[in-house]
Structure formats: structure tokens, C-alpha cells
């Protein structure tokens, strides 16, 4: 199918399904569809993000994803109050991205929109993104610094994982990139790469932990993931943030996706998201069949300890390795920014 056609789909969805209930302030497009061309098949292994913003304080658990006239379509529900004004969203370095084009599926108040033309001017200025930098490197340390010995296994590999990934958000921030959730490793040894970076880019995996794990070994931890996501997809019963993540709907990303990767020479961009599924997947195990989690955990297990994490000591000394870090990355943000010539310097930064 078409990017474009996928987003009529999406657009269709709005209309029907949300642009009608109360409190409904607007809609746009978000994620890697955004920078996708029109006329460019939309790949299997995607998904077209859409933001549906509401009056309500406390937005509605996201649908997440789910099949739309034949486009996997993931929606997500945000609170109208973050879009008070614009110096917040270019501080984001997750919103941001959306508004530095046209992005916008319904707008009846005329707000984004108007908030799209004073953003997109401003976007490559040096000051907001470094803005930008500084968010993303400050949910780095707030997730490692809350890490929590006690918790279950898969809430301290997800406590662990996330944050740790986020060091590449900084490098695609840095670098005006979208800051991709599944593809962020691809994307950041892509921009490091285009500036000679290459050294760093094993730095972070080295932070990651993947070094040494071989394309067949990968191979088999997918597949015993394959395993353990089936099992997962068909007892889910407790609502989580990710919930619709595991389901026989959205097994073409999450592994077939993962698979891709493997096969077209990217395993260790391949092994975030085979892991984050893997602990999602146990998340949901442990709450809903906790005798699956078992039959599966010795599988889970395995690729942690390929990845050098035994004990929940590990974490924290992995952890405190990411911090330690921060330093240096920052220093390579600052880098990437001076080398890219669409940054700009703006004297005036009111809006």
C-alpha cells in the first residue's frame, strides 16, 4: 500500500471515530511516516502513528495499534494542556518533530496549525535543539536513576533498556533526525556514519551490551521470542501501555520486522526491540498465565545473559555506565550540531 493511501486510511479513522467525541481538540500525524514520500510503499514492518488530542486531563489509555481498512494504524491520546504553547513543544524532543511540517489531520480550534508556523522556522535553530538535546539526555537519567532492585525481572529490563536507548535519541535530535522507537539504532549508526562517527556508534552499543552476539545466535533468540510472543498475544487479558504491541496484529513489526533486520545485515540494530518485546511479553505472562512466564523464562534469560546481565546487580552497574557516559554524548551532540549546516543561529529566540 501507499503512504499516501495509508493515510487516508488514517485520516478516515479520525473522522469516524474520534473527531466526534467530546472534547476532541485535533488530530496529526507523528513517527517515521511523517518523513515518508507519498508515493513510497509503506514497509511491512510499519505502523502510521497518529496523535488524537483531547480537553481531558488525564488523556485515555492510547488504542495503540490495531488493523484499519487494511493499514496498521497506532493511535495515541494526548492532553490539549501540552499544546499550550510553542516553546514547550520545541523543547520536546519527542513533539517537535511532528510540527516541523504540515502534519495535521483536524484541527478545529485552528491551534496547531498555528502552532506548526512558529515552530517550523524555529525547529533547526541551535538554541532549541540543543533545548531538545537536554530534554532527551534529562529522561536518560531520570529513568536510570529510578531503577528499582525489587521489581519483577522485565520491569528492571525495561527500567534498564529504555533510558539506555534514549542515548541514540540525542544523537538523531542532534542531528534533526526523527527519533525513531524500533529503528532507533539503525537511525543513529546512519547519521554517525554520514559524519565519520562510526567509533561512537560502537560506544553505544557497547552500552547496549549486543558486541558480541552473532547474527545465528540472534537468530535463535528471535525465534524462541516468536515463541513466547504467541504465547503472550493469546492469554493478554491485563491492560498495559503496550498491550496492543503484542498482539497477532502487530507481529509483523515486532517480529517479523526484527527478522528483516537480521537478514538484510542489521542484527545488532535488531536487538532493542527483540528485547523490549521479550520483556513486555513476560510483563504480561507474570500478570495473566504465570506458568507460561516460567516454560519461557529460561528462553528470556538467555539473551540478558548474552547481553552480560545476570543479576539485578548488573543493571545498576550498567546503568551507572549510561551515566557515566552522559558527558561524552553530550560533547557528540554538540559535535553533530556544529557539523550540520541546516542548524541555524537565531539571535531573537521569542515566539
Request: net charge negative; with cysteine.
Amino acid at each position: 500500500m501507499k503512504v499516501k493511501d495509508a493515510r487516508e486510511a488514517a485520516k478516515m479513522w479520525v473522522m469516524e471515530h474520534a473527531s466526534h467525541k467530546e472534547g476532541f481538540k485535533g488530530a496529526y500525524f507523528s513517527g517515521s511516516s511523517v518523513h515518508m514520500p507519498e508515493d513510497a510503499e509503506l514497509p511491512a514492518a510499519s505502523d502510521i502513528d497518529v496523535m488524537v488530542i483531547t480537553s481531558e486531563t488525564e488523556p485515555p489509555l492510547k488504542l495503540g495499534k490495531f488493523t484499519y481498512q487494511g493499514v496498521l494504524l497506532e493511535i495515541t491520546f494526548l492532553s490539549w494542556s501540552q499544546f499550550a504553547n510553542a516553546e514547550d513543544i520545541l523543547s520536546s524532543y519527542h513533539l517537535a518533530g511532528s510540527f516541523r511540517t504540515d502534519t495535521v489531520i483536524a484541527d478545529p480550534t485552528g491551534r496547531l496549525r498555528q502552532l506548526q508556523r512558529q515552530i517550523s522556522p524555529r525547529f533547526a535553530d541551535r538554541y532549541w535543539v540543543r533545548r531538545r538535546c537536554a530534554d532527551a539526555m534529562h529522561k536518560i537519567q531520570r529513568g536510570l536513576q529510578s531503577l528499582d532492585a525489587s521489581a519483577p525481572l522485565s520491569d528492571q529490563v525495561l527500567s534498564w533498556l529504555f533510558p539506555t536507548g534514549i542515548t541514540t535519541h540525542v544523537v538523531l535530535a542532534a542531528a534533526l533526525r526523527n527519533p525513531t522507537i524500533r529503528l532507533r539504532y539503525l537511525a543513529a549508526r546512519e547519521v554517525l556514519n554520514d559524519y565519520s562517527y562510526d567509533a561512537f556508534y560502537e560506544e553505544l552499543l557497547e552500552l547496549l551490551g549486543c558486541k558480541r552476539l552473532t547474527p545465528q545466535r540472534l537468530e535463535q533468540h528471535l525465534a524462541a521470542l516468536d515463541a513466547t510472543f504467541d504465547a503472550a498475544a493469546a492469554v493478554s487479558a491485563t491492560p498495559f501501555l503496550f498491550s496492543s504491541d503484542i498482539t497477532q496484529a502487530a507481529k509483523p513489526i515486532a517480529i517479523d520486522g526484527s527478522r528483516e533486520l537480521i537478514e538484510n545485515g542489521n542484527h545488532f540494530e535488531a536487538v532493542f526491540w527483540i528485547v523490549a518485546t521479550y520483556a513486555r511479553c513476560h510483563k504480561i505472562l507474570v500478570a495473566d498465565e504465570p506458568s507460561l512466564h516460567e516454560r519461557h523464562k529460561p528462553a528470556f534469560e538467555a539473551v540478558l545473559a548474552d547481553l552480560g546481565i545476570i543479576s539485578s546487580l548488573d543493571f545498576r552497574r550498567r546503568a551507572d555506565e549510561v551515566l557515566a557516559f552522559l558527558p561524552k554524548l553530550e560533547s557528540m551532540a554538540e559535535t553533530l550540531m556544529k557539523a550540520n549546516p541546516d542548524i541555524t543561529d537565531v539571535t531573537d529566540k521569542r515566539i
